[in-house]
């Protein structure tokens, strides 16, 4: 397994697995434009992991300056049980670390089983039952 930085040429065979993988949801904030803004915010952040060549999983990452943010930790079903989600999971919360970010939140979907047990299951990770999230999509 290796594990490198997304790159923009990525966006199409990640948004393949995104669409095949249950409990993910593509937003238009997938789309290639925002992908790429993203990518640029967070330079080095997002990693995906490749088995012989082949892209196995994937996790988009990126902070606020404050705190960081997970989204998408994926690994693709014929490589599932390998530990490619943690790996991909602690390389990125090093490399945040690395920027000055120790807080890193990840927003899962409720009918999500296999992706809430996997967080359940994260030693240091806890549910947040004392809040609840509100979103827009602003004004642009």
Same mark, same amino acid.
């Given at each position: 397994?290796?594990? %490198?930085?997304?790159?923009?040429? /990525?966006?199409?065979?990640?948004?393949?697995? &995104?669409?095949?993988?249950?409990? @993910?949801?593509?937003?238009?904030? /997938?789309?290639?434009?925002?992908?790429? !803004? *993203?990518?640029?915010?967070?330079?080095?952040?997002?990693?995906?992991?490749?088995? #012989?060549?082949?892209?196995?999983?994937?996790?988009?990452?990126?902070? #606020?300056?404050?705190?960081? *943010?997970? $989204?998408?930790?994926?690994? #693709?079903?014929? &490589? $599932? +049980?390998? +530990?490619?989600?943690?790996?991909?999971? /602690?390389?990125?919360? %090093?490399?945040?670390?690395?920027?000055? @970010?120790?807080?890193?939140?990840? =927003?899962?979907?409720? #009918?999500?089983? $296999? !992706?809430?047990? =996997?967080?359940?299951?994260?030693?240091?990770?806890?549910?947040?039952?004392?809040?609840?999230? =509100?979103?827009?999509?602003?004004?642009?």
């Amino acid at each position: 397994m290796t594990i %490198r930085p997304i790159t923009l040429s /990525d966006h199409a065979a990640l948004l393949v697995l &995104w669409r095949r993988t249950p409990g @993910i949801c593509v937003r238009p904030e /997938d789309a290639l434009q925002p992908f790429s !803004a *993203y990518l640029a915010r967070n330079p080095g952040l997002s990693l995906l992991a490749e088995v #012989d060549g082949q892209l196995a999983a994937c996790v988009l990452a990126g902070h #606020d300056g404050r705190r960081g *943010y997970l $989204q998408h930790l994926v690994v #693709d079903l014929p &490589w $599932q +049980g390998r +530990g490619l989600a943690q790996a991909l999971l /602690d390389e990125a919360l %090093r490399r945040l670390a690395e920027q000055g @970010i120790c807080k890193t939140h990840v =927003f899962v979907l409720r #009918d999500a089983p $296999q !992706a809430l047990s =996997f967080w359940l299951a994260q030693e240091g990770w806890s549910m947040r039952e004392e809040i609840e999230v =509100f979103s827009t999509r602003g004004m642009a």
